[in-house]
Nanobody, 122 residues
Framework: QVQLVESGGGSVQSGGSLTLSCAAS?????????MGWFRQAPGKEREGIASIDRFGTTLYADSVKGRFTISKDNAKNTLYLEMNSLKPEDTAMYYC???????????????WGQGTQVTVSS
């Protein structure tokens, strides 16, 4: 069983930056799981925005490509999402997840954190 806890959300003005963290515990996730970041805005479906596999290969949604960077620190069992050039449309609850398939599809992920809110004002 994997436990995931996100942190680092907050309020920022358009054009600003935030870095989210996701602390993993309960299992050595690094060698067994793909890790991903998802977001969900009110009234919208959950969107997969970034994923990283065991070897560090990354995958991004077009909506964040070039602005967001996913990374992980295996020694700290922590996943990160660096977000730059934030826009009001990036406002959402952000979730980290762990799964066995390298994908941006939320049904393919098995474990989820509780989420951290990101609000971008214009």
């Amino acid at each position: 069983q994997v436990q995931l806890v996100e942190s680092g959300g907050g309020s920022v003005q358009s054009g600003g930056s935030l870095t989210l963290s996701c602390a993993a515990s309960g299992y050595d996730y690094n060698n067994n799981y793909m890790m991903g970041w998802f977001r969900q805005a009110p009234g919208k479906e959950r969107e997969g925005i970034a994923s990283i596999d065991r070897f560090g290969t990354t995958l991004y949604a077009d909506s964040v490509k070039g602005r967001f960077t996913i990374s992980k620190d295996n020694a700290k069992n922590t996943l990160y999402l660096e977000m730059n050039s934030l826009k009001p449309e990036d406002t959402a609850m952000y979730y980290c997840a762990a799964g066995y398939i390298f994908t941006l599809r939320s049904p393919d992920y098995n474990y989820w954190g509780q989420g951290t809110q990101v609000t971008v004002s214009s």
